[in-house]
T-cell receptor, first 110, second 110 residues
């Protein structure tokens, strides 16, 4: 039972480059989320989805885009990377009782 | 504005020294309060969900309680392996978002 998987685990980007962070869950959850975690700042919600084809903005969506074509996958797209996007990114899926997190992607933009 | 505040920010305990972590919240229409454990370099791991004031949940040395304004995570006779950051989150109103506190970093000294 894999739960929530994320790729890559680490990535270094140059300013202005783009990339996609992958997230897959095998628990058949409708709800999926992308968070970023910065030191001392807690988890901030970037985007979330309540089901295939439905996405919505969270607290800090600027500079990111998402899509949800299947229940399992919820990729996060970074366009024109900026140093402010240096962070650890977590994908999560949830039932009504709990959220389950992936292992995270550590992204550095230089 | 909905807020989740955790205290203390950091806590150092001797092995066997029991204590409590606090999570206070100011939200309308609480639907659930969630506790997570996060080890360095990993994603948060689900511990408990509490839904209504007076509810309690236990798991090994951990016990979570909930009142109308706060939740406590009680740690009884902690061991070094309990060292981690403990996060709480709330889900409120009709939304689908989870709001996270910034966490309590617990260190248990042998």
């Amino acid at each position: 039972n894999a739960g929530v998987t994320q790729t890559p685990k680490f990535r270094i980007l140059k300013i202005g480059q783009s990339m996609t962070l992958q997230c897959t869950q095998d628990m058949n959850h409708n709800y999926m989320y992308w968070y970023r975690q910065d030191p001392g700042m807690g988890l901030k919600l970037i985007y979330y989805s309540v089901g295939a084809g439905i996405t919505d903005k969270g607290e800090v969506p600027n500079g990111y885009n998402v899509s949800r074509s299947t229940t399992e996958d919820f990729p996060l797209r970074l366009e024109l990377a900026a140093p402010s996007q240096t962070s650890v990114y977590f994908c999560a899926s949830s039932s009504s009782r709990a959220s389950y997190f992936g292992p995270g992607t550590r992204l550095t933009v230089t | 504005e909905d807020q989740v505040t955790q205290s203390p920010e950091a806590l150092r305990l001797q092995e066997g020294e029991s204590s409590s972590l606090n999570c206070s919240y100011t939200v309308s229409g609480l639907r659930g309060l969630f506790w997570y454990r996060q080890d360095p370099g990993k994603g948060p791991e689900f511990l408990f969900t509490l839904y209504s004031a007076g509810e309690e949940k236990e798991k090994e040395r951990l016990k979570a309680t909930l009142t109308k304004k706060e939740s406590f995570l009680h740690i009884t006779a902690p061991k070094p392996e309990d060292s981690a950051t403990y996060l709480c989150a709330v889900q409120a109103g009709t939304g689908n978002q989870f709001y996270f506190g910034t966490g309590t970093s617990l260190t248990v000294i042998p």
